[in-house]
C-alpha cells in the first residue's frame, strides 16, 4: 500500500504566499519604473516573459492557494475540457495575446524657413520623412511647419532622412538626428532660388542706324550688356521674367535712355536713342 503525499504544513504555505507576494510586488515596481524601456521590447521577448509569468501565475494561484479554474466549450468538432492550473495559464497568454503593449511613440515637428531670416517661415511645399521602412511626406502650414505623429520612440536619437521641396527656394536632401527631447523640433533653413532672365534686343539710332558699343544698365548696376557692331545685345539679368526694371543706356558717357521696362527672355526689344 502507497504512502500517501506528504501534505505542505500552514506555515509553509504562509511563507511561500509572503514569498509569492514579495515577488508581485517586485514585478509591479519593475513595469511602473521601467515601463518605457518595455514597450520597445520585441514580440518575441514580450511572448516568451508572458510564458513565464503565466507558469509562475499558474503555479502560485493552483498551489499556494489551492485555486482551482474549469473551462468547457466546444473546439475542432469535440468537447475541449481544462482543469486546474492549466486554466489559468491559458487565460493569461490569452489575455496577453489579446492585449500586447504597445510601442510608445512620439510626434516629431519640422519647421521649414528662409535662411537668410529665421522669422519667415515658409509655407508651401513638402517635407517628407524617410528612415527604416518608414517614408511620409506633408505639407506645410501657415507657420511653415510639418507634423509626423505616432513615430517610435526608439527613433529618438538616430539619423533621418528629410527632404524638403518649396517653391522659389533650392530643394534639400538632408540626414539628420532626431534630438532627444520630449517634444522634438528639427529646424531647416531653404536658400531662395536665384531667377535669371535673357534680355535681348537691337539699339537704333533716331536715323535708324545700328547703334555699337551702346552699354546697357538695369537697377543701376544689377546687370550691364554692351551692344555689338549691329546694334544687338543679349545679357542676363539676375531677376524673374516679368519683373518690371529701370533700363538706363549710355552713350558718349551720357544718358541716352532712362525708362522702365518689363524684363522678357521671349520678347526682342528696340530701343532708340541718339548717337
Not at 481544462?82 to 487565460?91: C, D, E, R, S, W
Amino acid at each position: 500500500m502507497s504512502a500517501a503525499p506528504k501534505q505542505i504544513s500552514p506555515l509553509k504555505w504562509v511563507i511561500i504566499s509572503a514569498i509569492g507576494f514579495i515577488l508581485f510586488l517586485l514585478a509591479a515596481l519593475f513595469f511602473v519604473f521601467f515601463s518605457s524601456e518595455l514597450s520597445n521590447i520585441t514580440a518575441g521577448t514580450y511572448f516568451f516573459l508572458l510564458v513565464i509569468i503565466a507558469m509562475v501565475a499558474a503555479a502560485f494561484l493552483g498551489g499556494a492557494l489551492r485555486s482551482q479554474a474549469k473551462y468547457k466549450g466546444k473546439a475542432y468538432g469535440g468537447t475541449l475540457e481544462i482543469t486546474g492550473p492549466a486554466v489559468i495559464f491559458f487565460l493569461i497568454l490569452y489575455l496577453g495575446y489579446k492585449n500586447p503593449p504597445q510601442p510608445a511613440s512620439f510626434s516629431l515637428i519640422i519647421t521649414i524657413y528662409e535662411a537668410d531670416d529665421k522669422n519667415k517661415p515658409i509655407k508651401t511645399g513638402d517635407v517628407t520623412l524617410i528612415f527604416n521602412d518608414y517614408k511620409d511626406t506633408k505639407s506645410l502650414n501657415a507657420e511653415g511647419q510639418v507634423l509626423f505623429a505616432q513615430l517610435p520612440t526608439s527613433q529618438k536619437g538616430q539619423h533621418v532622412i528629410v527632404l524638403v521641396n518649396a517653391d522659389d527656394y533650392e530643394s534639400k536632401e538632408l540626414k539628420v538626428t532626431i534630438p532627444m527631447d520630449d517634444n522634438p523640433v528639427i529646424n531647416i533653413g531653404l536658400t531662395k532660388k536665384q531667377s535669371f532672365v535673357s534680355i535681348h534686343g537691337t539699339v537704333f539710332s533716331h536715323n535708324g542706324e545700328f547703334v555699337k558699343n551702346a552699354l546697357l544698365n538695369i537697377n543701376d548696376g544689377l546687370a550691364e550688356g554692351i551692344s555689338d557692331e549691329l546694334g544687338n545685345f543679349n545679357f542676363r539679368v539676375p531677376l524673374k521674367a516679368g519683373t518690371e526694371a529701370k533700363l538706363r543706356i549710355y552713350k558718349n558717357n551720357k544718358i541716352q535712355l532712362d525708362e522702365n521696362i518689363i524684363l522678357s527672355d521671349e520678347v526682342s526689344m528696340t530701343f532708340r536713342i541718339n548717337q
